[in-house]
């Protein structure tokens, strides 16, 4: 708890762009949450660097993911975002909590397993040990509440035991979390393949509607979207394509499957698809106005940033120090 509210915890990777599917499913659900939580919004750098990257992307990508969580309506005023690296007691404490973890635990780790096949020319020890910076992540802000797509939820268990288990040693340290998961938009799927979540890390392109492309490049992907033979718009058990349009439609325009398939009713794939497309595109059309707005003035931006640290850093540094003082550190 933070001045009475319960704090809330969410990070991104500035890796990739974000897709419909994490705006849906998170960006655009968090500016309500900071009526109920006091939230903190990180740019996971550091972690985004447990695979290659790039050094000019992954600052610039820094900066875009910045700017989008601004863009889809985050307050700097009522919420902390800010970049990991710029907070140094996140690297800190995750060192500590390595010894408090497991290596059986984080071998574990499905996203590990999976990882380390695609990239099996480079898995370090980051790689490895990544849910444990996540985990100092978490902690570091007494957070009570993780707001997190099913991909990750197992990462914020293992958070938990990490926690409970330097509890166990050191009653009181760490407020353990529970992982929060959003009703609507957690599923968005591949427009390729769509049995598969949309995930940004796909490699065809046609798969994945990023928040950024164009309206063009929106609806032509639509268009595109895998479906099935039949010429009927209904929700039904092995239409995943036509099934995954209609949530995409639905949490755009707030209607359920029975309206949308009585307004499609007599209507080809092809209008319905068109359909998805428009209300995809002028639903992004203002966040995206105001991420390019937001980008082209970086002083504005860096200051934000700093704003943010500061204030994470503070709160990072309490928690830190009661760690150091619970191992038997030297405080001076
Ligand atoms: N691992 C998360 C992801 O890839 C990103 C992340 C890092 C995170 N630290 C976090 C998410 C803390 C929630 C809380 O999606």
Same mark, same amino acid.
């Given at each position: 708890?933070?001045?009475?509210?319960?704090?809330?915890?969410?990070?991104?990777?500035?890796?990739?762009?974000?897709?419909?599917?994490?705006?849906?499913?998170a960006?655009?659900?968090?500016?309500?949450?900071?009526e109920?939580? @006091?939230?903190? %919004?990180?740019? &996971?750098?550091?972690?985004? !660097?447990?695979?290659?990257?790039?050094?000019?992307?992954?600052?610039?990508?820094?900066?875009? #993911?910045?700017?989008?969580?601004?863009?889809?309506?985050?307050?700097?005023?009522?919420?902390?975002l800010?970049v990991?690296?710029?907070?140094h007691?996140?690297?800190?404490?995750?060192?500590?909590?390595?010894?408090?973890?497991?290596?059986g635990e984080?071998?574990?780790m499905?996203?590990?397993?999976?990882?380390?096949?695609?990239h099996?020319?480079? +898995?370090?020890?980051?790689?490895? #040990?990544?849910?444990?910076?996540?985990?100092?992540? +978490?902690?570091?802000?007494?957070?009570?509440? &993780?707001?997190?797509?099913?991909?990750?939820?197992?990462?914020?268990?293992?958070?938990?035991?990490?926690a409970?288990?330097?509890?166990?040693?050191?009653?009181?340290?760490?407020? &353990?979390p529970?992982?929060?998961?959003a009703?609507?938009?957690?599923? !968005?799927?591949?427009?390729?393949?769509?049995?598969?979540?949309?995930?940004?890390?796909?490699?065809?392109?046609?798969? +994945?509607v990023? +928040?950024?492309?164009?309206?063009?490049? !929106?609806?032509? @992907?639509?268009?595109?979207?895998?479906?099935?033979?039949? #010429?009927? !718009?209904? %929700?039904?058990?092995?239409?995943?394509?036509?099934?995954n349009?209609?949530?995409?439609?639905?949490?755009?325009?707030?209607?359920?499957?029975?309206?949308?398939?009585?307004?499609?009713?007599?209507?080809?794939?092809?209008?319905?698809?068109?359909?998805?497309?428009?209300?995809?595109?002028?639903?992004?059309?203002?966040?995206?106005?105001?991420?390019?707005?937001?980008?082209?003035d970086?002083?504005?931006?860096?200051?934000?940033?700093?704003k943010?640290?500061?204030?994470?850093?503070?709160?990072?540094?309490?928690?830190?120090?009661?760690?150091?003082?619970?191992?038997?550190?030297v405080?001076?």
């Amino acid at each position: 708890m933070l001045n009475n509210m319960p704090v809330s915890y969410s990070g991104i990777q500035p890796s990739g762009n974000l897709t419909i599917g994490n705006y849906l499913g998170a960006l655009r659900n968090f500016s309500a949450y900071s009526e109920k939580y @006091k939230c903190f %919004y990180c740019v &996971v750098d550091e972690h985004a !660097i447990t695979v290659r990257q790039v050094p000019a992307d992954l600052r610039r990508r820094t900066y875009e #993911t910045f700017a989008l969580y601004m863009a889809c309506g985050l307050d700097p005023e009522k919420n902390t975002l800010y970049v990991q690296s710029h907070v140094h007691a996140h690297a800190e404490l995750a060192w500590l909590l390595n010894c408090f973890t497991m290596f059986g635990e984080l071998s574990r780790m499905t996203q590990f397993k999976d990882k380390s096949q695609r990239h099996a020319d480079n +898995i370090n020890a980051g790689l490895f #040990t990544y849910p444990v910076l996540m985990a100092a992540d +978490i902690l570091l802000y007494q957070t009570d509440v &993780v707001p997190v797509g099913i991909d990750q939820k197992q990462h914020v268990e293992l958070c938990r035991d990490i926690a409970e288990r330097f509890n166990a040693i050191h009653p009181g340290t760490f407020t &353990v979390p529970e992982p929060i998961m959003a009703k609507t938009g957690m599923k !968005i799927m591949s427009l390729a393949e769509p049995t598969k979540k949309m995930s940004k890390s796909d490699e065809n392109p046609n798969a +994945i509607v990023y +928040i950024l492309d164009d309206r063009d490049t !929106i609806i032509r @992907k639509f268009k595109r979207a895998v479906t099935d033979s039949e #010429t009927c !718009i209904r %929700y039904a058990e092995g239409k995943d394509g036509i099934n995954n349009l209609m949530s995409i439609y639905s949490c755009f325009t707030g209607k359920g499957f029975e309206e949308i398939e009585r307004e499609f009713e007599g209507k080809g794939y092809g209008d319905f698809k068109l359909a998805v497309g428009e209300v995809c595109a002028d639903a992004l059309a203002p966040v995206q106005k105001r991420h390019a707005e937001l980008l082209a003035d970086k002083g504005y931006l860096e200051a934000m940033m700093k704003k943010g640290a500061d204030e994470a850093a503070y709160y990072a540094r309490k928690t830190l120090s009661k760690v150091q003082k619970k191992l038997g550190f030297v405080m001076l």
